[in-house]
């Protein structure tokens, strides 16, 4: 298990260089300035954020309701993903749309681009920070009992 030390700086350094990446990238695909892709980047980040949190904490009591459990089959997590993106999607395309004078649709089109960008990213990110920092090595080993 990784310390909460370690799961913080995942976190913060996940943010940070996402954001340093999508930023000049989104401003490059989409033509548009870097400030506002940057006003939309991060406002995009802490909506998903809360609504991270929010949506699990919802998606897990509607479970243990309904199945008595939180356990997720192979079928609940696919449906749990999707719902959450759904969900994330209603959240954030009223937002890109208004705060960029755009349809509704070319806000779509953006919103499923960073989606995309997100998932290789976090792929990459994860896959990255796992050989860099992994679990139970040396530097884990090391800090065990200083990073709680």
């Known amino acids: 298990m990784r310390t909460v030390k370690d ?9 940070i260089i996402g954001l340093l990446l999508v930023i000049p990238l989104g401003g490059w695909l989409f033509a548009k300035p870097m400030n506002d892709i940057g006003v939309i980047a991060v406002v995009g980040a802490t909506i998903a954020t809360c609504w991270n949190y929010a949506y699990n ?7 243990k309701r309904l199945r008595g459990e939180v356990r997720k089959t192979l079928l609940i997590r696919v ?3 999707v ?4 969900g994330l999607l209603m959240a954030l395309l009223p937002f890109i749309a208004w ?5 509704v649709f070319h ?5 499923i681009s960073f989606s995309l960008f997100y998932v290789v990213y976090a792929f990459v990110f ?7 920092f ?8 090391a800090n065990a009992g200083t990073n709680s």
Do not use: K, T
Not at 83 to 86: H, K, T
């Open 7 to 15: 799961r913080l700086r995942h976190a913060i350094s996940f943010e």
């Open 107 to 111: 806000a779509f089109q953006m919103d």
């Open 83 to 86: 719902l959450f993106e759904v």
């Open 57 to 63: 904490l919802g998606f897990d009591h509607a479970m």
């Open 126 to 132: 994860n896959w990255a920070y796992d050989l860099v």
């Open 79 to 81: 449906l749990h993903a």
């Open 134 to 141: 992994p679990v139970g090595g040396e530097y884990s080993a």
């Open 99 to 103: 705060y960029l004078e755009m349809s």
